[in-house]
T-cell receptor, first 113, second 110 residues
Framework: DAGVIQSPRHEVTEMGQEVTLRCKPI?????LFWYRQTMMRGLELLIY????????DSGMPEDRFSAKMPNASFSTLKIQPSEPRDSAVYFC???????????FGEGSRLTVL | QKEVEQDPGPLSVPEGAIVSLNCTYS??????FMWYRQYSRKGPELLMY????GNKEDGRFTAQVDKSSKYISLFIRDSQPSDSATYLC??????????FGAGTILRVKS
């Protein structure tokens, strides 16, 4: 299996622009998580899905952030409009069952100027 | 107070040393305890996975969970330069929604 695939790996954009991050989960994994990692705050859970349904979005910082999972093979995290404080590495991770190993993608490094 | 506390380091040790990494937590309901290793510019990878209290050993790595003290540890024996990475503790009530520590940067000098 190719693992969790994220794109783009790097994104540099200007404040106010829309950013879309993409994730292809491991086939057969029921759970998908979006995390954000910064030096100041570490790894923070933004939202997670179970069988394509959003279960907990309490970590989404504000309305500028939205996430979708239209099918079992694809998820997006969108920031509109982006701000410099959104600069971080965004990770997608997936889990096969309720408890087990969480597999992370390589991350999308976002810089908002 | 953060739900999971972890000293960010960096921790610098000579090759061959025994390394001790620790986390404390506040939520006594946590049942699943994990250690992830993250190399620079990579995603975290699972290193050790423990359910409830006790010890678990895997090669040079030993994970300990003390639920009465709300304290978990990771020991690395005979540390190698390739162990240089950030080590993140993580814990969960049900195994799915993980809460991570800040991560400890470890540097093993050859």
């Amino acid at each position: 299996d190719a693992g969790v695939i994220q794109s783009p790996r790097h994104e540099v954009t200007e404040m106010g622009q829309e950013v879309t991050l993409r994730c292809k989960p491991i086939s057969g994994h029921d759970y998908l998580f979006w995390y954000r990692q910064t030096m100041m705050r570490g790894l923070e859970l933004l939202i997670y899905f179970n069988n394509n349904v959003p279960i907990d979005d309490s970590g989404m910082p504000e309305d500028r952030f939205s996430a979708k999972m239209p099918n079992a093979s694809f998820s997006t995290l969108k920031i509109q409009p982006s701000e410099p404080r959104d600069s971080a590495v965004y990770f997608c991770a997936t889990l096969r069952n309720r408890a087990g190993e969480l597999f992370f993608g390589e991350g999308s490094r976002l810089t908002v100027l | 107070q953060k739900e999971v506390e972890q000293d960010p380091g960096p921790l610098s040790v000579p090759e061959g040393a025994i390394v001790s990494l620790n986390c404390t937590y506040s939520n006594s309901a946590f049942q699943y305890f994990m250690w992830y290793r993250q190399y620079s510019r990579k995603g975290p990878e699972l290193l050790m996975y423990t359910y409830s209290s006790g010890n678990k050993e895997d090669g040079r790595f030993t994970a300990q969970v003390d639920k009465s003290s709300k304290y978990i540890s990771l020991f690395i024996r005979d540390s190698q330069p390739s162990d240089s990475a950030t080590y993140l503790c993580a814990m969960s009530l049900y195994g799915n929604k993980l809460v991570f520590g800040a991560g400890t940067i470890l540097r093993v000098k050859s």
